[in-house]
């Protein structure tokens, strides 16, 4: 029998790792410059742009409208 106020545990699968050789072929969809890769943010960043691009289930997603201002 569990305790009521113990919290419930969800079971979680890890994200699949970004493969660090795609890094080499993508560019920022702005500017066309290099991105680096933050790993503990699961993002590709673009210094140019200011952005962030975040990483879903290893796969970087390249969309202006899912991108992180790095401003603020």
Not at 18 to 24: A, C, K, P, V
Not at 52 to 61: K, L, M, N
């Amino acid at each position: 029998m569990t305790d009521a106020s113990e919290p419930t545990r969800k079971t979680q699968k890890p994200s699949p790792p970004f493969d660090r050789h795609m890094l080499e072929a993508l560019i920022c969809p702005q500017t066309q410059a290099t991105l680096e890769y933050d790993a503990e943010r699961q993002e590709l960043i673009s210094r140019a742009a200011g952005l962030a691009f975040p990483i879903r289930d290893g796969i970087p997603i390249m969309l202006l409208d899912e991108a992180r201002s790095l401003e603020g």
